[in-house]
């Protein structure tokens, strides 16, 4: 896999992709699979920015077959919704890119269902997409589910005594708990499809630092700190288009592999084409992750299958 870029994606004819997230790494995921001729459905909670980025795409790949969806997975009726259009006109699901997320807002925010904003959007809104979807990714003859995680998870911990951050909030805390628990979702998804016969290639992947909207308008009161690695971004940083090389690869390349975790090959996997990433202690536990399932279960009204 060394040195693979946009040219080493395989045809994607006849596939059909759900990306979420409708800027940044999620435009560039959809528009390089679109390229590649697979029907792409890019999801987010904003119809004009979702059909600005529909627009663009089309510019570049007249014959793409891609449109847009609402999806607000800081709402469980919005996924719901989502996935219930989509089963009623579909009749299988080749990929899900669970890639739209939230970062560091500086004070706690709640998503319409009670959770904090980042494990609500990032983690739980994908877990629970991902089990109502379940039914459609089971019917195609090679699905994968590719999870965004991040850096930051090499700092993160599961607070089950306080998951919600109700007692002390920390934004950026609270984002490497979000990003650790989409690592291990792939890591536990994986596991589950191989026990059950469900035929799933789950695995996860992290864009390194890219230069992306998540970044510039996240660091809410640490702005401080995105001021100060300013002065080595051009450096330490690379475009959106390559930091979403790492989840196309997971998504696309025949040598991906099921419960692995990909991400930039330079200096502290900041920037580079892919290659397998570390992954920290705390994200292969197993323990951990069948926890953090069951409780992901409850909290969302989700179950897979047994």
């Given at each position: 896999m060394a040195g693979w870029s946009f040219s080493d994606i395989p045809s994607q004819q006849g596939r059909r992709a759900v990306v979420t997230g409708t800027g940044g790494l999620g435009y560039?995921?959809?528009?390089?699979?679109?390229?590649?001729g697979a029907e792409v459905t890019l999801a987010g909670r904003n119809p004009e920015k979702g059909a600005d980025s529909v627009s663009r795409i089309r510019a570049d790949v007249p014959a793409a077959r891609i449109g847009f969806e609402r999806l607000d997975l800081a709402s469980l009726a919005s996924v719901e919704?989502?996935?219930?259009?989509?089963?009623?006109e579909s009749t299988s699901l080749d990929l899900l890119v669970n890639n739209a997320g939230v970062m560091t807002p500086p004070s706690r925010q709640a998503t319409s269902d009670g959770f904090e904003l980042q494990f609500g959007t990032n983690y739980l809104g994908h877990f629970a997409l991902t089990g109502r979807l379940l039914p459609l990714l089971s019917k195609a003859r090679a699905p994968r589910v590719v999870n965004l995680s991040s850096l930051a998870h090499r700092g993160g911990a599961l607070h089950?005594?306080?998951?919600?951050?109700?007692?002390?909030?920390?934004p950026w805390a609270a984002y490497g708990q979000s990003k650790l628990a989409m690592l291990m979702f792939a890591f536990e998804l994986q596991r589950r499809s191989d026990a059950g016969g469900?035929?799933?290639m789950?695995?996860?992947?992290?864009?390194?630092y890219a230069r992306t909207e998540l970044i510039a308008n996240g660091p809410g009161t640490d702005r401080w700190?995105?001021?100060?690695?300013?002065?080595i971004r051009p450096f330490a940083s690379q475009s959106a288009a390559e930091g979403a090389l790492p989840t196309l690869f997971a998504a696309?390349?025949?040598?991906?592999?099921?419960?692995?975790?990909?991400g930039p090959d330079g200096f502290y996997e900041l920037k580079g084409p892919p290659k397998p990433a570390k992954?920290?202690?705390?994200?292969?536990?197993?323990?951990?992750?069948?926890k953090l399932w069951e409780v992901s279960e409850r909290l969302t009204g989700v179950s897979f299958p047994a």
């Open positions: 560039e995921t959809a528009l390089a699979l679109a390229r590649a919704d989502f996935a219930g259009r989509l089963l009623a089950f005594d306080d998951l919600q951050w109700e007692r002390s909030y920390r469900w035929g799933l789950s695995n996860a992947a992290h864009p390194g700190l995105f001021k100060l690695t300013g002065f696309t390349a025949p040598e991906a592999r099921g419960g692995a975790y990909y992954a920290m202690p705390q994200a292969q536990d197993r323990k951990a992750a069948a």
